[in-house]
């Protein structure tokens, strides 16, 4: 699909967020990004999904590009907000510190770049109290403040920190 993320490893190229923490935690298992308790691992992979599948694809660079110019701000702002109120709902069943219980899991991955989006699209982030104080944890980490998606390499100037 000519996208990113890919990640060269072990002799094979991975792509897809979610493969490639799924193989990251099969091989490197230290820190754990899924947790043992079976169900609060499907919660984090809800999570997980909720995100990489039903709110970050439709606001992607190439659907915003079919939807047209003029209507890419209102269309990534109503798709985010969608996923979000159903976000903040499971949330405030499943979090702790972070996304489900106190230890950083692959649903914090996705959630940090989600809200990144949201910002992004100047969503109004007050409707989700449980997303902002998770998101604002997670920034606290040293891991989260250098991955950003403001600070890659490839980042557009006028969306860098």
């Keep these: 699909m000519k996208q990113v993320p890919a990640l060269k490893i072990d002799g094979v ?4 967020s ?15 990004l899924l947790p043992q308790d079976p169900k609060k691992r499907a919660a984090v992979r809800m999570i997980s999904d909720l995100i990489a599948a039903g709110i970050q694809p439709l606001q992607n660079l190439s659907v915003l590009k079919q939807v047209g110019k ?4 209102s269309w990534a ?17 499943t979090a ?3 996304c489900v219980g106190d230890e950083v899991s692959m649903a914090d ?13 100047q969503v109004d982030l007050r409707p989700y109290p449980t997303i902002s104080r998770i998101n ?5 980490l040293e891991a989260f403040q250098v991955t950003h998606p403001c600070r890659q390499p ?8």
């Design 109 to 121: 991955l996705c959630l940090v770049p989600q809200v990144a989006n949201a910002e992004r699209f």
């Design 136 to 140: 604002k944890a997670l920034l606290a």
């Design 70 to 73: 003029e209507n890419q701000l």
């Design 154 to 161: 490839d980042t557009p100037a006028e969306l860098r920190a």
């Design 13 to 16: 190229t991975i792509g897809q």
């Design 96 to 98: 702790g510190k972070y």
């Design 18 to 32: 979610l493969a490639i923490i799924e193989y990251l935690e099969e091989t490197r298992p230290s820190p754990r």
């Design 77 to 93: 702002q109503n798709v985010i907000a969608f996923g979000f109120n159903a976000l903040e709902q499971t949330l405030q069943s």
